[in-house]
């Protein structure tokens, strides 16, 4: 399906700033970064702050060394770049414009115990026949227990709507949806559990409405489907080496390894007061694109920013468990029919399984050269005292050494050579009620605006797409104040194809 202009106010204003305008543009993520283009783009005399020394928030990456002396870029393994990330592709573009850092990947494989596999590949791109060939295929579900679903449940998978479904199911978790489902356990493990558990949130602690939104993000309202592609190189290297250069090209001020403390709203007759670094820049406007700790951090620290509801809505976001990226570079190869990329599911702590030698040129030379591999595991939503202490730590790992070896038996007996063990709480948590008081991109304080995925956006997107999304709208929301035109956000059908039947209105 082809992506679709969201209508946002303020179309026909002038291409470009009619006077020079300073704007702070605070987090150096995907959302900071689109921001900050936009806004160069038109014309603005942009700084952008971040904490880090490096760009790219969860999408960055790291310099390291092995033992060897060898370099290599350290990543928070995400590496999945779905093709219905419309607006993240628009981005990429700037610096890339044919997407050449890109490669497909054939399949999403979803790898279970004892053997259970479910794959999206050669499904029918038009929904909802790609949804019912899944169904029909799928080892984990037989027509007796299509029969036994509950009917009304599984009809609101094709009816996403975004006023209906988070006022209906924003309330319940995804645990009391599904259980009215009544699908098949194996077949909730397999194609729910999964999908729930990468967005860094289990089940019963995900909002239902979230759930469906993705489902029909990536699934039943896209023919792209959870098909993706992958960099060819590490991120740091293939994205953030040329979209820095972009940025350097427009004339905005990255400052990098520094972090903005807090903020002074405009007052007798002087613009907005960033503090960062022990110093002060004065701005016209401000876009704080953190994350969740980040964003309570300066306006906790920042008492005349905000009303009271506005500040209590963003006391109220709260950041996901804790996830896991435990890279391995082992002595031996792993057998090259594996999948590239596969979820996992049923199988402990073990939530995905990365071959990165087999894509990421880097660690494909490694490789090369010493006959081994680079796998890299992955564990979302850690649960409680998983990571207590040293002890809880080396369980976790040795959980997730042995799923892979129940998964690759030719993991087993391999050494290794080395390893990164990272752990970070910083993604947005979707809990049960909290769509109605999570803050949206415009806020009440003129010439500030929020960007990044946790703000709540009118039509469906997740992760780097929202990100994206909503550092656009950021920076056209600062534009708007000086009659600027806004910069194109792209999304897929907002609402699901059997939407209509409870609406009465074709969508």
Do not use: K
Not at 466 to 471: L, Y
């Amino acid at each position: 399906m082809t992506a679709r202009r969201v209508p946002q106010p303020g179309a026909g204003g002038l291409d470009a700033l009619p006077r020079p305008v300073d704007v702070a543009v605070v987090g150096g993520g995907l959302a900071g970064v689109a921001a900050a283009v936009v806004l160069g783009e038109r014309g603005a005399r942009v700084t952008l702050f971040e904490r880090e020394p490096v760009l790219g928030g969860r999408v960055g990456g790291w310099p390291d060394r092995l033992a060897t002396g060898e370099e290599f870029r350290m990543e928070r393994g995400f590496h999945a770049f779905f093709r219905q990330y419309h607006n993240l592709r628009a981005l990429l573009r700037r610096a890339d414009p044919g997407l050449h850092q890109l490669q497909p990947v054939g399949d999403y494989a979803l790898l279970g115990p004892d053997g259970a596999t479910e794959s999206f590949t050669g499904l029918p791109r038009r929904p909802p026949l790609n949804a019912l060939a899944l169904m029909w295929r799928s080892p984990t579900v037989g027509l007796r227990d299509l029969r036994a679903m509950d009917g009304a449940e599984a009809r609101e998978m094709l009816r996403f709507d975004p006023h209906h479904t988070y006022g209906r199911l924003d309330g319940q978790s995804a645990t009391e949806y599904l259980d009215r489902l009544r699908m098949p356990a194996a077949a909730r493990r397999m194609l729910f559990e999964v999908f729930a558990r990468s967005f860094f949130d289990p089940e019963d602690e995900m909002s239902a409405a979230e759930l469906l939104m993705r489902f029909h993000l990536y699934f039943t309202g896209s023919s792209e489907g959870l098909l993706f592609d992958v960099v060819t190189e590490p991120c740091a290297d293939s994205i953030w080496g040329p979209m820095g250069r972009y940025l350097a090209g427009l004339g905005v001020d990255v400052r990098l390894g520094q972090a903005v403390e807090s903020l002074d709203p405009p007052a007798d007759g002087r613009g907005w007061r960033v503090h960062a670094g022990g110093g002060a820049v004065d701005v016209d406007a401000v876009v704080l694109a953190l994350t969740v700790g980040g964003l309570q951090a300066v306006v906790d620290a920042s008492p005349g920013v905000g009303d009271a509801a506005w500040r209590a809505s963003v006391a109220g976001l709260r950041a996901a468990r804790p996830f896991a990226v435990w890279r391995l570079w082992l002595d031996r190869p792993v057998d090259p029919e594996r999948p590239v990329f596969a979820g996992t599911a049923g199988m402990g702590l073990l939530d995905n399984v990365s071959l990165l030698h087999r894509y990421q040129g880097e660690s494909r030379r490694w490789a090369l050269r010493t006959g081994g591999s680079v796998v890299e595991l992955h564990a979302y939503a850690l649960p409680p005292g998983s990571l207590r202490d040293e002890a809880a730590v080396r369980a976790t790992q040795a959980d997730l050494r042995t799923r892979l070896a129940a998964l690759y038996p030719e993991t087993a007996g391999a050494g290794v050579v080395e390893e990164r063990w990272l752990v970070r709480a910083d993604a947005p948590a979707f809990g049960p009620g909290s769509h109605a008081g999570r803050p949206r991109v415009e806020t009440p304080v003129p010439g500030l605006a929020l960007a990044g995925d946790l703000v709540r956006l009118d039509f469906p997107s997740a992760l780097m797409e929202r990100a994206v999304a909503s550092g656009v709208l950021a920076a056209n929301s600062v534009l708007r104040r000086w009659v600027v035109a806004p910069e194109p956000v792209w999304s897929g059908p907002t609402r699901g194809l059997l939407a209509w039947v409870r609406s009465g209105q074709c969508p």
